[in-house]
């Protein structure tokens, strides 16, 4: 069962933020078939590329990192990215479980 | 989202105090949504969509809308009656399932520290325990003594507060001469049947730690058919 109360990583992300560093929140907003993660799981990207916690089991972590930097750099305030078996990038980053996901990134500021 | 919202909901969980994160995916707005508080304006509208999925404690996108909603709840709280062995491997698997847990047993050398460290132990007959913890529907119960001076108040006051799960560990025979007690007691034959006993689904096991299992695993079953 989640624990949301447990999970510290909206704490991390202010600590980030305290430290002047800019922070891109990803979260898991829909699953289609088998996903390693539930919804509602979360990692933080700063501007360099360094992020903690996660929405796959390693799978579109790197993706994930990319799109967020990228939102950084474009001063966007928020986008909505899926993976699929069937995307282009399947061979690259696609979930090897067969899984799909929804993630949605948003700036904090 | 904003740094000032990021602050409230970092205060809210310091206070342990349930709520919602609802963002519009569309346009990026979001909010915080409390019980029983008015909503921003701005997502007025779903409000009845939101409030059940705060009650089925769901997360996820409400269908139709580009509304994605995240509940911060509270875990559920396990009453374990009983300070016996099982107890001790139940207490395992409860933890690492992020179960809220505390042991009530009056009989002060079972409920020792030593035993279950970093645990709540109230070593008081179930009256004077359930006065100092907070119980509802959201609240399970595992009575594991089989002796119904200490069993049979526990199971009263769990009934009386509709927790969603109660089992009582004993055999088929202790189990329905449990059930005549609480009849005569006065609980409808529904009551009585919501109880799971003899407890735990069948995996076969006798040993302490497979007994604990199969309650563990009828709890965590249970849980998902809230």
């Known amino acids: 069962m989640k624990n949301s109360f447990d999970e510290k990583i909206l704490e991390e992300a202010n600590d980030w933020i305290k430290a002047n560093q800019k922070v891109v929140l990803a979260t898991v907003i829909q699953t289609w078939g088998s996903s390693p993660r539930q919804v509602g799981s979360r990692m933080i990207v700063n501007e360099k ?4 916690g996660s929405v796959s089991g390693g799978c579109v972590e790197s993706a994930v990192v990319r799109e967020c930097i990228g939102i950084i750099k474009d001063n966007k305030p928020f986008k909505k990215i899926e993976f699929k078996v069937s995307n282009e990038s399947a061979w690259e980053v696609g979930l090897a479980c067969g899984g799909e996901i929804a993630v949605y990134l948003e700036q904090i500021n | 989202m904003k740094k000032q919202l990021l602050d409230q909901i970092i205060k809210n969980k310091e206070n342990k105090s349930e709520f919602a994160i609802i963002t519009n995916i569309s346009n990026g707005e979001s909010c915080i949504y409390e019980k029983n508080k008015p909503i921003d304006k701005n997502f007025e ?31 559920i709280k396990v009453i374990i009656v009983g300070a016996v062995h099982i107890a001790q491997y139940l207490v395992d698997y409860a933890k690492s399932l992020n179960f809220e847990i505390c042991i009530i047993d009056p009989r002060g050398y079972f409920a020792t520290e030593q035993r279950f460290p970093d645990l709540k132990i109230i070593n008081k007959w179930p009256e004077e325990a359930f006065k ?4 509802n529907e959201n609240s399970a119960l595992i009575a594991l003594t089989h002796d119904p001076k200490i069993d049979d108040p526990a199971l ?6 509709k ?7 004993g055999s088929k025979n202790t189990h329905e001469n449990r059930c005549q007690r609480l009849k005569d007691a006065g609980f409808s034959e529904t009551e ?35």
């Open chain 2, 132 to 135: 100092e913890i907070e119980t």
């Open chain 2, 192 to 226: 009585i049947n919501s109880i799971h006993g003899p407890i735990g689904i069948k995996l076969g096991g006798k040993s302490a730690p497979e007994i604990a299992l199969s309650i563990i695993a009828q709890l965590v079953a249970e849980t998902y058919k809230k």
């Open chain 1, 49 to 52: 590329g360094d992020f903690s």
């Open chain 2, 156 to 161: 009263q006051h769990a009934l009386k507060n």
């Open chain 2, 163 to 169: 927790f969603y799960y109660i089992g009582a560990l």
């Open chain 2, 45 to 75: 509208k779903y409000l009845e969509q939101i409030k059940n999925y705060f009650e089925k404690k769901k997360n996820g996108v409400i269908e139709n809308t580009d509304i994605f909603v995240e509940t911060y709840i509270r875990p």
